[in-house]
């Protein structure tokens, strides 16, 4: 008994070994920067997402940034390693502008006047919903090891 006993924890401790060292696997990620623009000039404040494209054969999780205040960023992977997966990507940006200085939570945050303080509204966006919008956004790239800064350019 104490034999099956310890086999089946043998095995088991085997299985748990194997299964480990085949989830580890990393997909392998090429470094990513660039710049947005917006009418021809650096737009600051703007979250940065690159979301494998599926349909031309990418899969895995996406990458995102924001732009500093010359309109730079560079891309960070969702398992906290720096850059994006190899291949196509679908692009989308969020203007981070429209929520204004205000923590947006939970609740109404626009009726948070208390004690006489004036109430934050959000913005409008400063470009196209278009661009903020998977499905829709015309902003595609191809990550390649040793590639160039990527140049995003967009209109309101």
């Known amino acids: 008994m104490k034999t ?3 086999t089946c924890c043998g095995l088991s401790a085997l ?4 299964g480990i060292v085949g989830c ?3 997909v392998p990620l090429a470094p990513v920067s660039g710049i947005v623009k917006l009418n ?3 737009i600051n404040n703007v979250r940065v997402d690159f979301n494998p494209d599926p349909d031309n054969g990418t899969t895995g999780r996406g990458s ?6 010359d309109g730079k960023f560079t891309l960070t992977h969702d398992d906290g390693r720096e850059g994006a997966i190899v291949g196509h990507h679908r692009i989308v940006l969020t203007d981070l502008d429209i929520f204004g200085t205000k923590f947006v939570g939970r609740g109404d ?9 004036k109430v934050e509204v959000p913005k409008a966006s400063r470009f196209g919903k278009q661009y903020s919008e998977l499905p829709k956004s015309p902003l595609k790239q191809e990550v390649k090891a040793g590639m ?5 350019e967009i209109t309101k």
């Open 4 to 6: 099956i006993r310890s």
């Open 15 to 18: 299985a748990l070994a194997i």
């Open 24 to 26: 580890s696997r990393e």
């Open 40 to 42: 021809g000039k650096p």
């Open 64 to 69: 995102t940034g924001n732009t500093d205040q």
């Open 109 to 117: 945050y626009r009726a948070d006047d208390k004690l006489g303080q």
């Open 148 to 152: 160039g800064p990527v140049v995003l």
